[in-house]
């Protein structure tokens, strides 16, 4: 709750705020005790006042901000009455609504959240000086005029607008701000400093005033500007990526080119100014030679990618990060002793067969599927990153003695080496996932202190004694081992990575959080025992000796292919579950299933292919249904809440009543289905005539799916199909 607003305190058993459309009036009821409402209207509060079904609601006077994401997906809501006193409407407060028309109160300085509306066209009032990301974005707009006064204008992206006269107030344009638009050309004055939002526009010549300082990222991408003078006190470049640009001078004022600048163009040569600290964007460019100016501190991830002409580069020695020169054609490369960082994939899919490492050089990483083959690192290394040194298979034919320093903290990147022994570290907190997979080294001891492991599959590893201090083991850890036997740490939170072992019997620790995908799956497991307290449960895919299980009532989550092909006759879902997926497969033998009031979600595989289910009751909180194609239910009765619906396909369903609520609708394939209606918020509904065959009329409650030009073209062309609208009013 923001405390910069005082709060009002409301008297009374019963408050009531009447719209001018009495019929739809919006009750808020406050129980017999002091309600406290907030000049900022929150999302709670929002949630607790206000019904999500409300056709109309009306704000209480006294609110002044109405926060982030308030009324978000308050999918029914077609109308708002707003306060005299506004002063902010925050990002996200109204998207995803069926509100058509709204007025700003005078008054209102900063406006955001009506993306995703029905809203067609709107008056902004004279005191506006801010118009956040995202506003507007997604709605029906065409024509827009902006106030006198404002001053940040951003969130019209994907709208039908084709042109805009910017006021002389303006000083910044967000990123996005009108992305994917009509307009072709862009008038803009001096007095802009900071300026995004224009990418796949039709935009192909742009005069940038002097007065900007900043071009922020994706600013023009995808647009067809050929040529670009960049403004003289230029200090950050961004945003020009798939134009055409074949030659560009950047300015000498320019100290960051940030991410995606100019990738995927045409050009060939690029001069650097002295001023640069930070290089980026010049990936999948034809940049053959490039001199990057001493100053320069960071060149960042992806920055050359890709760039197959690139031979050679000579590194300043003011350096101390690098990355971004993943496939190109470099073969050697002198890193100066400035550096300290090298980061993922830095120099990764390069011909690389040597490498002298930075003497104080602390951050490891970037020469995934090189040639290297033996590499000395410094003591002075504390992190070494997931893949650094990675192999593309096992081709190494010498073994490697390879010596960790004495300080690492966190060990990664030696896949498919030929090590058969590791001395860890003491120091060592963290073995990420891959680290040493396929290697052949058959015994490990791991550090006391270790917090996180991963990184043995493939390995000849036996047996391995886990240390007390242990809190994850990362998923595919010991897979494809012939340990038989786990015993778990007591402080043990996740748990993954024995798939495709001998391991038979897993107890788990009270400790325990979450079991990762496939962390048992494929094995000859047949005892299994669940702590309370755990919370995600997945793993267990493919159990041919676990006959039933006892799911502990602290599981909210169970995940897809948690058990599937399980041999189950009956299950008890847990008092307090979600979501919930992972009991498909064709060798189920459940026939009926109670599910609790508090699922909200169904995975796409929740029940598929149970055959002997035949029927459903829906808990009344879902929201997400899925995962019953393939059963033999022929009726069911969806609850009002549920916003995206699918998951029947192959069923004998002969009849379906979508509630209001739904936004989404699909997987009904080869039912029994003739009339389908799709109710008026629908956005998305995927139908497939040539597996409809029973379907002899559907009726578009929508205007979404009717304004959705390529849906509804698409479905006109299945003559057998009769199409009725009922749009209402």
């Not at 004279?126 to 709605?139: F, G």
């Not at 990184?455 to 886990?466: D, E, M, R, V």
């Not at 897993?506 to 669940?530: C, F, G, M, R, V």
Request: glycine fraction near 6%.
């Amino acid at each position: 709750m923001n405390t910069k607003y005082k709060k009002i305190l409301l008297f009374g058993k019963f408050m009531s705020i009447l719209t001018a459309v009495t019929s739809f009036s919006t009750l808020v009821s406050c129980s017999e005790n002091k309600k406290i409402i907030d000049e900022y209207l929150s999302e709670s509060d929002a949630d607790e006042l206000f019904n999500k079904n409300d056709s109309v609601i009306t704000i209480p006077e006294n609110v002044k901000v109405i926060g982030k994401n308030a009324f978000r997906n308050f999918y029914k809501l077609q109308h708002i009455n707003l306060p005299k006193n506004l002063q902010a409407i925050e990002e996200g407060a109204f998207d995803n609504t069926s509100i058509e028309t709204v007025k700003l109160p005078e008054g209102l300085k900063k406006l955001g959240g009506f993306s995703n509306t029905k809203i067609k066209n709107i008056t902004l009032p004279q005191s506006l000086t801010e118009i956040e990301l995202h506003t507007l974005d997604n709605t029906r707009i065409s024509t827009l005029n902006l106030n006198e006064g404002l001053k940040t204008l951003g969130g019209f992206a994907n709208t039908k607008i084709s042109s805009i006269n910017l006021p002389e107030s303006i000083t910044k344009i967000l990123k996005n701000t009108l992305d994917n638009t009509r307009i072709t050309e862009l008038n803009l004055h001096d007095g802009i400093k900071s300026i995004g939002g224009f990418a796949l526009t039709g935009i192909n010549k742009i005069n940038l005033p002097d007065s900007i300082s900043h071009i922020e990222e994706y600013s023009f991408n995808n647009t067809p500007i050929s040529e670009i003078t960049l403004p003289k006190k230029l200090i950050t470049l961004g945003g020009f990526s798939r134009t055409n640009i074949r030659n560009i001078v950047i300015p000498e004022t320019v100290q960051i080119i940030k991410p995606n600048t100019l990738n995927h163009t045409e050009i060939q040569n690029i001069i650097l100014p002295k001023s640069l600290k930070e290089l980026n964007g010049f990936a999948y460019t034809n940049i053959e030679t490039i001199t990057i100016p001493n100053g320069t501190i960071k060149i960042g991830s992806n920055t050359l990618d890709n760039c197959n002409k690139l031979i050679t580069v000579n590194l300043p020695n003011t350096l101390k990060s690098v990355g971004g020169f993943s496939q190109t054609k470099i073969r050697r490369i002198t890193l100066p002793d400035s550096i300290i960082e090298i980061l993922p994939d830095a120099f990764s899919n390069n011909n690389i067969f040597s490498i002298s490492l930075p003497k104080k050089l602390e951050i490891l990483g970037g020469f995934k599927h090189t040639f290297i083959s033996d590499i000395q690192i410094p003591s002075s290394v504390k992190i070494i990153h997931a893949n650094t040194f990675d192999l593309n298979n096992d081709i190494q034919t010498d073994k490697v003695n390879l010596v960790l320093p004495e300080n690492l903290e966190q060990l990664g990147g030696f896949k498919y080496w030929n090590i058969s022994n590791i001395n860890l570290p003491k120091t060592l907190k963290k073995i990420l996932p891959e680290t040493l997979d396929y290697t052949k080294i058959n015994k490990i001891s791991l550090p006391k202190e270790l917090k996180e492991f991963g990184g043995f599959a493939g390995t000849h590893i036996k047996t391995i004694s886990l240390p007390e201090s242990l809190e994850v083991i990362h998923k595919n850890t010991l897979d494809d081992t012939k340990i038989s036997e786990i015993v778990l740490p007591n402080n043990l939170k996740k748990l993954g990575g024995f798939k495709n072992t001998k391991v038979k019997s897993l107890i788990a620790p009270k400790s325990l959080k979450e079991i990762y995908d496939d962390t048992l799956s494929n094995t000859p497991l047949n005892n299994l025992k669940l702590n309370y307290g755990l919370e995600i449960l997945g793993g267990f895919e493919n159990l041919s000796n676990i006959y039933s299980i006892d799911l502990p009532n602290t599981i909210h989550t169970i995940k897809q292919s948690t058990f599937y092909n399980h041999s189950f006759s009956e299950i008890t879902l847990p008092k307090n579950l979600k979501k919930l997926g992972g009991f498909g497969g064709k060798n189920s033998e459940i026939t009926n299933v109670y599910l609790p009031d508090t699922v909200e979600e169904m995975y796409n595989d929740a029940f598929i292919y149970n055959s002997l289910i035949k029927e459903i009751n829906l808990p009344k909180n879902l929201k997400i249904l899925d995962g019953f194609g393939w059963t033999t239910i022929s009726k069911i009765e969806i609850p009002e809440n549920v916003i995206k619906v699918g998951g029947f396909n192959l069923t004998k369903i002969k009849e379906i009543q979508l509630p209001d609520n739904v936004l989404e609708f699909k997987g009904f394939h080869d039912t029994k289905i003739r009339k389908l209606i799709l109710p008026k918020n629908v956005r998305i509904a995927e139908i497939s005539p040539s597996h409809w065959n029973a379907l002899d009329t559907i009726v578009i409650e929508s205007e979404w799916l009717k304004n959705n030009e390529e849906w509804y073209s698409e479905l006109k062309k299945y003559k057998q199909i009769t199409i009725k609208e009922n749009l209402g009013d």
